[in-house]
């Protein structure tokens, strides 16, 4: 089992969520966070269900999908690199997962729950506005690519 | 001017502001009136301020002529656009079209920023409604791909 202290500050303080935090911010981030091992084909969030936590690969493959209206499967994202992150909505406003995430390989992954981020804000109150701004702008280009996506469907 | 700090209190992105901050923003702001069919953002030039809409309707949608696609419209008092403007300093993604007589408050961000430095806390309720928005539109907008991917596929 990976320990946590293996984790490398620099998994946390390179990804764009976290990009502007303290070093011994993100020392206790990770502290706070629960690291989460997954086999092959296990699934890491199911559709609809609620969700409160972002995750964070840090070893394995990963893939997201979501089911259309008449029950097919439709795939949405393959991640492998480390530091690739989902999730990240549900610490802004959590809802219902919007698609479900399983492991391709035997996967670790670093799991960071709302919870988690409250207890650091209340430790660090600068961390609040850092993680937000972060929040919106990864938002904001994957809504642009969306948008571009949404684009290519052109009517004609 | 109260029925302006009403709308603009009410609006999704400055849910939660204190009256104060509501009202220092009407004073930074400009308001803007536009014909029907006149263009109020044009794609890809430099995002410098936000919108808030006081009257009217508009379109937001990419792309030119034949290959226009619309994105989504905003007809509430209250309803913003541009609001990428305070997140990232890329240029417009989109185009914004008035598609009825229109009045907006525009906020120019150099304003906007000045006075976060006064009042971090404005600065926070706005990031905070801006998150929660896009993550509303990711929704929507993720859904409607994946309808369109399978109407695409021609079922």
């Keep these: ?156 | 001017m109260d029925s302006d700090i009403e709308i603009l209190s009410i609006s999704p992105l400055l849910i939660g502001l204190a009256l104060e901050d509501v009202r220092a923003l009407l004073d930074i702001s400009e308001l803007r009136t536009y014909n029907t069919d006149e263009r109020i953002v044009e794609e890809g030039t430099p995002s410098d301020c936000l919108f808030i809409l006081k009257e009217g309707k508009v379109q937001v949608e990419k792309g030119d002529g034949a290959q226009m696609v619309a994105l989504a419209t905003f007809s509430l008092a209250g309803d913003f656009f541009g609001e990428m403007s305070l997140i990232d300093i890329m240029p417009r993604s989109a185009h914004v079209r008035a598609c009825a007589p229109t009045t907006i408050w525009a906020f120019p961000k150099k304003e906007l920023t000045g006075y976060f430095t006064q009042s971090p806390r404005a600065q926070m309720t706005i990031i905070l409604n801006i998150a929660r928005n896009l993550s509303l539109r990711l929704r929507e907008s993720g859904a409607h791909i994946v309808e369109l991917t399978h109407a695409a596929q021609g079922k």
Excluded: H, W
């Design chain 1, 1 to 156: 089992m990976a320990a946590k202290t293996s984790i490398e500050s620099y998994f946390l303080s390179e990804s764009p969520l976290f990009n502007g935090l303290q070093e011994d911010q993100i020392k206790r981030l990770i502290e706070l966070a629960e690291l989460q091992e997954f086999d092959q084909d296990e699934i890491i969030v199911t559709e609809g269900s609620q969700g409160d936590a972002l995750f964070l690969l840090y070893d394995g493959e990963i893939s997201v999908c979501t089911k259309n209206e008449t029950g097919e499967t439709v795939a949405l994202a393959s991640l492998r690199d480390r530091g690739a992150f989902f999730g990240e909505i549900a610490l802004v406003d959590p809802g219902p997962r919007s698609a479900t995430v399983r492991a391709d390989s035997s996967s670790i992954l670093l799991k960071i729950g709302k919870e988690d981020l409250e207890k650091l804000c209340a430790e660090s109150p600068d961390v609040k506005g850092v993680v937000m701004q972060n929040i919106a702008r990864v938002l904001a280009q994957r809504l642009r690519d969306t948008n571009v996506k949404l684009s290519l469907f052109s009517t004609s």
